[in-house]
């Protein structure tokens, strides 16, 4: 590269920079809980087919109220009740269930005669109500606590509306919020979750960013001692972001959870390229080189292997591709855009500025030099010394992480992606402690005869069992089913005492009531439980968030207790939001398993190709397989569960830890061309490289461990769990690889 070639370069870089830095202007937030779910499902098939029958499991706001002195106050009823009033308002909002809005009925000449279960504006029925309240205990745990100290309020919003939708709606919700005072208020369910998720993309999108840069800088300035040695890889990283972004906002893909990760990631892996480079050019300067011919040689020397890690790394964050999950593989392809797009700069950029430069000052005395070869001259020495040690440690380790895998469960939790300290999760844990739980559940019956409703005779008695069997064993709580409108149907016709809230208990009582449901079937509150001309109907209601891996075990559990003791007349299949959570969370972390074992045979067939040798392609995936292991056995001994979030990081940390092994073996295979016999061959290694491998591990190991500041529990293991990866990977190819190369075969 000329002079002339290097400003056209800079030239078109620049035209390159400034597209991207406008389609930044395009660039925005979102999260749509809904793309967390694969396109091609039975299964969400299903679920959307059943919201549009009955209605939705996560489209509301759960508002809990707490009043210290109880709820049977009226300060606070009136406020609460006012606050209900004002809620109901909202553009959007379909339904409000609360206990200012629960009734129960008594059958009239001209049809039901509403009971009001409360009677906020009437402090004398006050104690009235409250005895009635917790004497039948139907409205206990669901809106109203067990210690009658707060209320909860159900906020039903339109389905299927956008973000941009339902933003709006909490935006509104909210201002009515602010403006009462309760000695607690708790909130919960998708739209506040959204709202959350969004606010924290966006405060954590810049700082890990910012905090990234800052560590990255500090690292530079501590090795190379000067301005040079710390603008020049910062800027061509800097662009690699940049047009990264450009790209995401002209193809218009939003940051959401996942993406937030890409600024920082591309960062901190585009850097290795540069350091790569600008050490082998300072190697060579010192060698006595002109600055044009150091650059040709260093480029020749570290270029195929620059250009291969960037291929490996491609590949791991390629292994997301397999998910079926639109983020995760949306992840997987722009994170390895941006990896070529840093190579490309790294390739044109860097070379442009070293020919249009002057010789920095730190290539010719580097004050850190002396250090950088003590060190990776000691590791050297240390590997080949204690070769029996560092063999048995190697294996001691992988025994133990074998074990740890051993350990690791397949779990997720709804809300473990927060904070302990966070208040939204002390707000889910309040109504798991206070009322039935956040978690829905949901299953639909269906009569067996085609010609059959779920209200014949023996249908009732099966769905009994199974309402039964759900709230004893399976502790659903706040459980609604067709059977609740029998209940109320049949108070409705007995005077609307306590004690006729049952199910019919004849079939001729059974038969009379119906002659009432019929008449009412169109009602909003049975339209959500009845659908089908009553040959489907719906069981809703709330779990306290056990986990995946045990509402697995529940559902068994179900399964095996209706085999033993079949159903005849109705069939059931559950589904739900959280279900599915469940489901392809198994899913995807099983995918991203088998994507790894794919990059691994991908990066063999690579040092095969390299080599030409089966035994040196097998020996180079040892030091990159061992820190998974660590990974895996971290992971079980701590109890990380595995599911999306963790998964994701086995493919990226072997692409990412895989490129000093083969900048290594590059190195090694240049050395024994040249002549050398093996063991001189492996320190000649050892003494060029070693300096790069461990100053780009202490970049990357950096600039992953800002995201351990993260709020969001899977981005926190994400930074540590990929740092200890990476700085395992450096001892193994330091201390280990060069044993096992030595090793004859």
């Known amino acids: 590269m000329n002079t002339r070639v290097a400003r056209i370069g800079l030239l078109i870089i620049g035209l390159i920079t400034i597209g991207a830095a406008l389609s930044l202007l395009n660039l925005r937030f979102d999260y749509e809980f809904e793309n967390f779910f694969p396109s091609e499902d039975q299964s969400l098939d299903f679920y959307y087919e059943y919201k549009d029958k009955f209605s939705t499991d996560v489209d509301f706001v759960l508002v809990a109220l707490k009043n210290d002195k109880g709820v049977f106050e009226e300060d606070f009823l009136q406020s609460a009740h006012a606050m209900r009033d004002e809620l109901i308002t909202v553009k959007k909002v379909e339904r409000i269930i609360s206990p200012f809005d ?11 005669i509403a009971i009001p279960l409360l009677h906020p504006n009437e402090s004398e029925r006050y104690r009235q109500d409250s005895i ?36 709006t709606i909490y935006n509104d919700l909210k201002v009515i919020f602010d ?84 600024p920082l990631v591309i960062f901190v892996v585009g850097i290795s390229d540069v350091i790569h480079v600008l050490s082998r050019y300072f190697e060579e300067i010192r ?34 591709v397999t998910s079926n999950i639109d983020p995760v593989r949306e992840l997987g392809l722009y994170a390895a855009s941006g990896v070529f797009m840093a190579f490309i700069l790294a390739f044109s950029l860097l070379p442009a500025i070293l020919v249009l430069r002057p010789v920095p000052r730190l290539a010719f005395r580097e004050l850190s030099s002396l250090f950088w070869n003590k060190l990776v001259q000691r590791l050297f020495l240390v590997s080949m010394r204690n070769r029996r040690a560092v063999i048995f440690t190697s294996v001691l380790v992988a025994v133990g992480s074998i074990y740890g895998i051993s ?35 949901e299953m639909m019956i269906e009569a067996v005869d085609s010609s059959a409703t779920i209200f014949s005779w023996e249908s009732v008695q099966e769905m009994l069992r199974m309402e039964s069997y759900l709230k004893k064993e399976y502790e659903v709580g706040f459980l609604v089913s067709p059977l609740t409108i029998l209940r109320t149907t049949n108070q409705a016709l007995n005077g609307g005492v306590d004690q006729a809230y049952k199910v019919p208990e004849s079939p001729d009582e059974l038969e009379r009531t119906m002659n009432i449901v019929r008449r009412f079937e169109k009602r909003p509150e049975f339209a959500v439980l009845v659908a089908e001309k009553g040959r489907q109907g719906r069981f809703s209601g709330k779990l306290v968030d056990v986990g995946g891996q045990r509402i697995a075990e529940k559902n068994l559990e179900l399964d095996n207790y209706f085999n033993e003791m079949p159903l005849n ?22 995918n991203m398993m088998s994507g790894l074992i794919i990059a691994i045979l991908v990066v063999a067939v690579i040092v095969l190709i390299m080599f030409r040798s089966w035994r040196i392609a097998l020996i180079s995936l040892v030091p990159n397989i061992l820190p998974l292991m660590v990974i895996g056995g971290v992971m079980g001994l701590t109890g990380i569960d595995l599911k999306v979030s963790t998964s994701i990081i086995f493919g990226i940390a072997f692409g990412i830890s895989v490129d000093d092994s083969i900048h290594y073996l590059s190195k090694y295979r240049m050395e024994l061309k040249k002549g050398r016999k093996p063991l001189w061959a ?26 351990a500041t993260s709020d969001f529990t899977s981005t926190f293991y994400v930074g540590v769990l990929i740092s200890v990866t990476l700085l395992v990977a450096v001892l193994t190819d330091l201390l280990l690889l060069p044993i096992l190369l030595l090793k004859k075969p």
């Open 102 to 112: 629960a009734q129960d009925f008594v059958l009239g000449p001209f049809g039901p």
């Open 132 to 167: 009635r309240i917790y004497s039948n205990q139907k409205h206990v745990g669901s809106l109203f606590s067990n210690d009658a100290k707060s209320i909860s309020i159900l906020i039903e919003i339109e389905p299927n509306l956008s973000k941009i939708q339902t933003d």
């Open 179 to 262: 403006r009462y005072q309760f000695d607690e208020m708790h909130l919960a369910g998708k739209v506040i979750g959204q709202a959350y998720y969004i606010d924290q993309i966006k405060s954590e999108f810049s700082f890990f960013f910012l905090l990234g840069v800052l560590l990255i800088v500090s690292v530079l300035a501590l090795v190379y001692r000067s301005v040079w040695g710390v603008v020049v890889p910062l800027l061509i990283v800097l662009l690699a972001v940049v047009w990264l972004l450009g790209f995401m906002g002209l193809a218009g893909k939003p940051i959401d959870i996942m993406t937030t990760l890409l």
């Open 287 to 320: 060698n006595g080189h002109p600055k044009m011919k150091a650059i040709k040689i260093a480029y020749r020397q570290v270029g195929i292997a620059t250009f291969l890690t960037s291929v490996t790394t491609a590949i791991g964050f390629l292994t997301l």
């Open 407 to 441: 350990q690791v469960s397949i779990d997720n939790y709804l809300m473990e992606d927060m904070g302990k300290d966070d208040p939204h999760r002390h707000s889910f844990e309040y109504f798991e402690n206070n009322f039935a739980g956040v978690r829905p559940f």
């Open 569 to 590: 007349d109705i069939r059931y299949q559950q589904t739900g939001m959280a279900l599915l959570i469940d489901s392809n969370n198994k899913t995807l972390s099983l």
């Open 682 to 707: 492996l320190r000649r290694t050892s003494l060029s490289t070693g300096k790069a491998i461990i100053l780009t591990s202490l970049i990357l190991c950096s600039g992953f461990l800002a995201l």
